[in-house]
């Protein structure tokens, strides 16, 4: 953990630091949510055996704007040829890079209880660049079990298991009155990432970034469009 | 259901329909989202009691943007009075009649393992303007068993049982090799309405709009600042 008394550009980097350059505070989460979407695309065209895409063909595939595609990658360097487009391997790697999942990500959860056992169990959290690793409870009729890949342990050992387990990434899948005791165990475990499940919010802590995941917001995207005739 | 032969403009518009002229195609879920985002925001805010708030105070509190705001807002009306800001009441009412979300919409969970189960269970599931009417399974062990609100029903009866229940929204939360059938029975049910969590991709189906949940892509997001030192 970097320490919070070293001057600002003398903190270690860490295993994790990469010296890009890019201030991950100028990205806004919806642009790297659309980087996540292309890489996704274009690991598809790559596993076609597709080698060279331009943003209008990647566009129209995806349903996706080529504008807003070639503005994103702009912020990050310059890819592509004009009139050729751009290398689909070379891209793959560089955005895979750029968003920091050319490594494994061990994921740690806390709360084992429908929600956690089904995340421990679902495919997207276990395969690719993510591993679910350790998973925590207070339930004493779940400590010692296996779930998916992992035994369940009890939640008063997240500060020693999650680091031990490589864990870089918490899901929070207790109780709203459970969350605020758990995400500090995971500040007392060095966690900096957390994607909260939890009805609950949480304080902000230096160094440690949140996402509340919001399923309403889906909801209400498709009342939006129920209300409407087609 | 609207028919299939009559001619456009002529549809039958149904309780569900707004004449308020918002073509939904032309807004963007982006924009929808962000909707959602004031509207709770907005809601906070009359809980508190205040009456009034500008675009900048609005902004400041939730970590928004107030440009942004004006012009997602302008798209539907005029409201606000320059240098007294938004009638706080006026302005949620508005929103929610906007997004559909001024009335009860019922969801029925096809797929009752973990995640249905603890989407049935999910507190922003059950109350505000949404609520679990209707949950299906294949698995006779599951089958009359009461999962919070609802019994669990054989997916064989969504056809008859979703429509009877009123459900307008349907949850897909089966194993993906189980979604293409039971993406057809809601169709045959006329669910205009799915919020897929299945990993696997439907079919567009006209008049059904299909939300595809990807919990990967939060995954990502926090991988994007792990990557890269505070």
Same mark, same amino acid.
């Given at each position: 953990m970097p320490s919070s008394l070293s001057p600002p550009g003398s903190r270690p980097r860490g295993r994790a630091g990469r010296a890009d350059g890019i201030d991950p505070g100028a990205v806004s989460p919806l642009t790297v949510n659309r980087l996540s979407i292309y890489l996704r695309s274009l690991r598809q065209l790559r596993e076609q055996g597709i080698e060279k895409v331009s943003s209008q063909q990647l566009a129209r595939r995806f349903h996706l704007s080529s504008t807003q595609i070639r503005k994103d990658l702009a912020q990050f360097g310059e890819f592509g040829t004009r +009139?050729? +487009?751009?290398?689909v391997a070379d891209l793959v790697e560089h955005l895979a890079g750029l968003l920091g999942v050319d490594r494994v990500l061990r994921l740690a959860i806390v709360g084992m209880g429908n929600l956690g056992t089904a995340l421990a169990r679902f495919p997207a959290f276990n395969s690719g660049n993510f591993q679910v690793v350790a998973g925590f409870d207070n339930d004493p009729a779940k400590i010692g079990r296996r779930i998916g890949a992992v035994i369940v342990r009890p939640t008063s050992e997240i500060a020693t298991l999650a680091p031990e387990s490589g864990a870089a990434i918490a899901i929070l899948a207790v109780p709203a009155e459970a969350a605020a005791a758990a995400y500090e165990a995971l500040g007392r475990a060095g966690i900096r990432a957390v994607l909260n499940f939890a009805p609950a919010t949480l304080p902000p802590r230096p160094g440690c970034r949140v996402k509340n995941v919001d399923l309403r917001i889906h909801l209400e995207e498709l009342a939006f469009f129920l209300a409407r005739p087609e």
């Open positions: +009139g050729v +487009g751009y290398d």
